[in-house]
């Protein structure tokens, strides 16, 4: 299976902030790396798809980069909503897909 | 828009199956271009991909489950469903359905809310 690793694990930060978490993939994967966003209770929500798109709705504040083996989502201006747990998922193997660990961002 | 819906027992017995329903609405399992999934989250922790049906039946199961999984799917009344046997406490999961964005992609764009199974005596 290949293996995505986030860091960091956790984050503090400001309403405001601008901030990136970055995803690692044990081999190169092309451009199939999804982000997800989960808060408490809820279920994932899709970010971004296919390294840089933006799913339907996403507010454009949220980018996505990279390629290969390193990714990175970025958030420029942190609003209130934003506070949550963050999620990387590789589709180039998808026998099975993976799943990051989770990058939660909290409020500093 | 797309909505699913997990249904199903809320607590297990060890050693039992755990059966789980998940009912699309908004669109047609049939109409294809899409797999329906299951992903579970341990109590606190990460994602973990279970598997996917596809309208044909068509089935993968991540390996890590493989024995003891089934996905099963009911195109008339637009449901599928997963079967885990022979559960422990660590089954314990908040489980989804999902649909993931064709082969090729394969991410996934709509989530039920998740249902909690606990598996206790």
């Known amino acids: 299976d290949i293996q995505m690793t986030q860091s960091p694990s956790s984050l503090s930060a400001s309403v405001g902030d601008r901030v990136t978490i970055t995803c690692r993939a044990s081999q190169n994967i092309g451009k199939y790396l999804n982000w997800y966003q989960q808060k408490p209770g809820k279920a994932p929500k899709l970010l971004i798809y296919?390294?840089?798109s933006l799913q339907s709705g996403v507010p454009s504040r949220f980018s996505g980069g990279g390629s290969g083996t390193d990714f990175t989502l970025t958030v420029s201006t942190l609003q209130p909503e934003d506070f949550a747990t963050y999620y990387c998922q590789q589709s180039y193997s998808t026998r099975p897909v993976t799943f990051g660990q989770g990058t939660r961002l909290e409020i500093e | 828009q797309v909505q699913l819906q997990e249904s199903g027992p809320g607590l297990v017995k060890p050693s039992q199956t755990l059966s789980l329903t998940c009912t699309v609405s908004g669109a047609s399992i049939s109409s294809g271009g899409y797999y329906w999934t299951w992903i579970r989250q341990h109590p606190g922790k990460g994602l973990e991909y279970i598997g996917y049906i596809y309208y044909s039946g068509a089935t993968f199961y991540n390996p890590s489950l493989k024995s003891r999984v089934f996905i099963s799917v009911d195109t008339s009344k637009n449901q599928f469903s997963l079967n885990l046997s022979s559960v422990t406490a660590a089954d314990t999961a908040v489980y989804f359905c999902a649909r993931a964005k064709d082969q090729v992609f394969f991410y996934f764009d709509s989530w039920g809310q998740g249902t909690l199974v606990t598996v206790s005596s």
């Open positions: 296919t390294t840089s």
